[in-house]
């Protein structure tokens, strides 16, 4: 026990080096998380590690996607939902075609449900491992917004996929009716289960005297309820984890208090930064397993057909992308779509190119049942893992070590938001100024203005991004300052609202301002009693 809680953390504090490492040569920490556990697994003497898929499933993908949600816009995703519900479905299942066809008829002994099988694991890209390349260089918002709501979806449909092909190949038959009629219930009741859940959990916030340490601590909760509620009830707790968080995200000034916001941004971003790490060097870790389940299958030939279904993943991708501009080009002339100009051939190429496969497709394939229904073995199970496998490693270095060459080689302009960030920041800084401003102009007379009181909340106003600057507040200038902040944070939320072309991130960012200045006065107490 001892042994294993010691080695444990000794690959805690790797993942925690190589990711510095990765910081400091810019290189996405996936890639270099993935070969340290490979180089790790051939260390003599050291245990064999095995990649539980209820381990992935259940404990590391529920937290990780709610947080991706959490991060994510509403506003920019509703804006582009036509090409990511392309991308998250329509692709996903073009590409489990394609991977189906291939294997059936250049892999011996592959039939097409083992295809589709095949296609389903290995179709969805890794959220994780294109965010962390994209952050070395400066891509257009409706990029990374396109990627973001694209990850938040392709592991349900692909995870779809993967059930109904199990199913064909354990039974020998495939029933179309059936299917989609599971196929309905599953996105559905996936979506049903969040936005129950996730109204539930509103209420509990609201009606239960919580504090920030309680806010935090169902936060943490609520994916792993809306992801086992959505499985139990045979639907996709994807979905489910998804709709909840996108749910909960919009509702967050309503619930929360600026404390909770402020104390669950630095509790979620520490435990998404570890569970990244452990699940990366854990696909490494686990080679030395897969490889010896290959069992007689020829080495050699297994890498083969590995990098075969590599290039079609790839291959299939980038078509797609420059097939749903082609659809979006000529679809602009029936329906109003968010971009009416041709985005050229830089766009599809580079948005083709950001496929890599991460660590539920490996937990996809090592789910695959050992036994069919009728005892057995399962035909395939380890060529599938391995192939899985290898996809996974090319990937992560051939495109994840390319892309951000790639990009900025491509001199991509953002067309959506060219306002440069200071300006819109400079702007909001003055319509904040304003509120502050009307509000001591309506509610107190020209003498009262000149008191004390609101001369302490006027100095600190003008003064507040400087921190060696303190100021004495007694409670009624107190409480000046905190009805200001309400109103700021509220007039920002409208503006973000009521104005398509404002940059949400930018809005989120004043509004953490905010909090943490609302935050700053209740922790320093730098005021005075009456």
Same mark, same amino acid.
């Given at each position: ?272 930064? /570890?569970?990244?790490? %452990?699940? @990366? =060097?854990? #696909?490494? !870790?686990? *080679? ?5 389940? $290959? ?87 380890? /060529?599938?893992?391995? %192939?899985? @496998? =290898?996809? #996974?490693? !090319?990937? *992560? ?5 390319? $892309? ?87 007039? /920002? ?38």
């Amino acid at each position: 026990m001892e042994t294993n809680v010691l080695l444990f953390l000794v690959l805690l504090l790797v993942v925690v080096g190589i990711i510095m490492l990765a910081k400091k040569i810019q290189v996405a920490y996936p890639v270099l998380l993935v070969f340290a556990g490979l180089l790790i697994s051939f260390i003599p003497g050291m245990p064999k590690m095995e990649l539980e898929p209820e381990l992935i499933f259940v404990i590391f993908l529920p937290p990780i996607l709610y947080e991706a949600a959490w991060a994510s816009s509403f506003k920019e995703l509703f804006k582009w939902r036509r090409i990511i519900l392309s991308f998250a479905f329509i692709v996903v299942f073009v590409t489990a075609v394609g991977v189906a066809s291939v294997s059936y008829l250049l892999i011996p002994g592959f039939t097409l449900a083992l295809g589709f099988l095949l296609g389903g694991i290995v179709s969805p890209p890794d959220a994780v491992s294109a965010n962390s390349i994209t952050k070395f260089v400066k891509i257009p918002k409706r990029f990374s917004t396109i990627l973001e709501g694209e990850s938040l979806l392709n592991d349900a449909s692909s995870l779809i996929i993967m059930q109904f092909a199990i199913i064909a190949v354990t039974t020998g038959e495939f029933d179309v009716q059936d299917a989609s009629l599971r196929f309905l219930w599953m996105i559905l009741g996936g979506v049903g289960c969040g936005f129950l859940l996730g109204w539930l959990f509103l209420k509990l916030h609201k009606m239960l005297p919580t504090d920030a340490d309680i806010d935090v601590i169902l936060t943490l909760i609520a994916p792993y309820l809306m992801y086992i509620l959505a499985e139990e009830v045979h639907s996709s707790g994807v979905l489910s984890v998804v709709v909840g968080g996108l749910f909960l995200s919009e509702k967050r000034y309503e619930f929360l208090s600026s404390a909770s916001r402020v104390r669950s941004i630095n509790v979620w971003e520490s435990l998404i930064f /570890l569970l990244n790490g %452990i699940v @990366f =060097i854990l #696909i490494g !870790l686990d *080679l030395p397993q897969i490889t010896e389940g $290959l069992g007689e299958t020829n080495l050699y030939e297994a890498i083969g057909y590995g990098v075969l279904i590599t290039a079609v993943v790839i291959l299939v991708r980038i078509l797609s992308s420059f097939g749903a501009v082609g659809v979006t080009l000529i679809m602009r002339n029936f329906i109003t779509v968010a971009d009416r100009n041709p985005p050229g051939k830089k766009v599809p190429l580079i948005l083709g190119w950001t496929g890599m496969r991460g660590v539920v497709s490996l937990a996809a394939a090592l789910s695959i049942p050992i036994y069919l229904e009728n005892g057995e073995v399962f035909p395939q199970r380890n /060529l599938i893992l391995f %192939i899985t @496998f =290898i996809v #996974i490693l !090319l990937t *992560l270095t051939i495109q994840g070590l390319t $892309l951000p060459y790639i990009i900025k080689k491509a001199k991509l302009r953002e067309l959506d938001y060219p306002q440069p960030d200071e300006e819109v920041e400079n702007f909001l800084e003055r319509e904040l100024h304003k509120i502050a401003l009307d509000y001591m102009q309506h509610n107190f007379s020209e003498s009262e203005r000149r008191g004390k009181n609101c001369q302490s909340v006027m100095g600190y106003l003008q003064e507040q991004l400087k921190e060696d600057k303190e100021f004495q507040f007694n409670t009624k200038s107190k409480e000046m300052y905190l009805q200001i902040i309400e109103l700021q944070r509220g007039h /920002l939320i409208n503006l973000n609202k009521s104005t398509p072309t404002l940059n949400e991130d930018i809005v989120r960012r004043k509004i953490m301002i905010l909090d943490y200045q609302e935050e700053r006065m209740e922790l320093k107490k730098n005021w005075i009693s009456d």
